[in-house]
């Protein structure tokens, strides 16, 4: 059995203080350990990309799919698109011209960083890097083109992950992640649902769309969102669980 993992940096080792997460600990190489026994030919490909958004994936979809041809494809995405961020998109651009001032963009960097809780409070959507209608509709085409290779039977092929972390945590750093949370985490459960693909959004969810087995603080790192050590065996017995439903 091959499954790939198309994700952003939550699939991922860490080395931030206070989150030192070794490759044996992120979750997929958890999930490859829980399910070798069962699968003497298991394959299980982190296609994990860091910083990686809902169209980032669509571009990597031939590279992660077509061409692995996976029996399973995990997808886990949203945060990086939803993230309450301090740069709007144009400034950011500019900032990143071969020859802008290095000086001024750290000013500028240090300006608004200082004031992140004011920025986003304001209007948490204003600088995401992916517009809400903008994350629906390319999900719903990532969800359609698996659908698409998997001849209309994405429904045992595909498990997707929404948006996990501690929104306390989240909300300290940036005021209103929360919200943000809420609304992509329901564009994932909705656009899932319709065609019956697993949505880790289903057991127990809370407000914001996230399983109450993940909202827990002490399973995150110091931003909220990517897991630690913990968070990583908990989501790993997760997706395990739903694997085992399918196959």
């Given at each position: 059995m091959r499954i790939t993992v198309l994700a952003d940096s939550l699939s991922l080792p860490r080395g931030e203080e206070g989150n030192l997460v070794s490759w044996e600990e992120t979750w997929p190489r958890l999930?490859?350990?829980?399910?070798?026994?069962?699968?003497?030919n298991?394959?299980?490909?982190n296609y994990g990309?860091?910083?990686?958004?809902i169209?980032?994936?669509?571009?990597?979809?031939?590279?992660?799919?077509?061409?692995?041809?996976p029996d399973i494809v995990i997808v886990q995405v949203g945060v990086v698109d939803c993230a309450p961020r301090v740069m709007p998109i144009p400034l950011r651009k500019m900032m990143n011209v071969p020859g802008f001032?290095?000086?001024?963009?750290?000013r500028v960097i240090k300006y608004r960083s200082?004031?992140?809780?004011?920025?986003?409070?304001?209007d948490p959507l204003a600088n995401v890097w992916t517009k809400p209608s903008q994350f629906d509709d390319s999900f719903w085409m990532l969800l359609s083109k698996l659908s698409e290779h998997y001849e209309n039977d994405s429904s045992t092929r595909v498990i997707v992950l929404p948006v996990l972390g501690n929104m306390q945590q989240m909300n300290d750093k940036s005021p209103g992640f929360s919200d943000n949370v809420k609304q992509y985490n329901e564009m994932i459960r909705s656009r899932t649902e319709s065609i019956g693909v697993a949505t880790l959004c289903a057991p127990e969810p809370n407000e914001v769309g996230?399983?109450?087995?993940?909202?827990?603080?002490?399973?995150y790192g110091p931003d909220g969102y990517h897991p630690n050590a913990a968070g990583n065996v908990v989501t790993a017995n997760m997706v395990y669980d739903e694997i085992v439903k399918v196959v």
């Open positions: 999930l490859y350990h829980r399910l070798k026994p069962q699968y003497d298991l394959d299980i490909v990309r860091r910083a990686c958004t169209t980032d994936m669509l571009k990597h979809f031939r590279d992660a799919v077509t061409l692995i041809e001032p290095k000086s001024l963009r750290k200082d004031r992140r809780q004011a920025i986003t409070q304001k996230i399983p109450t087995r993940l909202e827990a603080a002490e399973l």
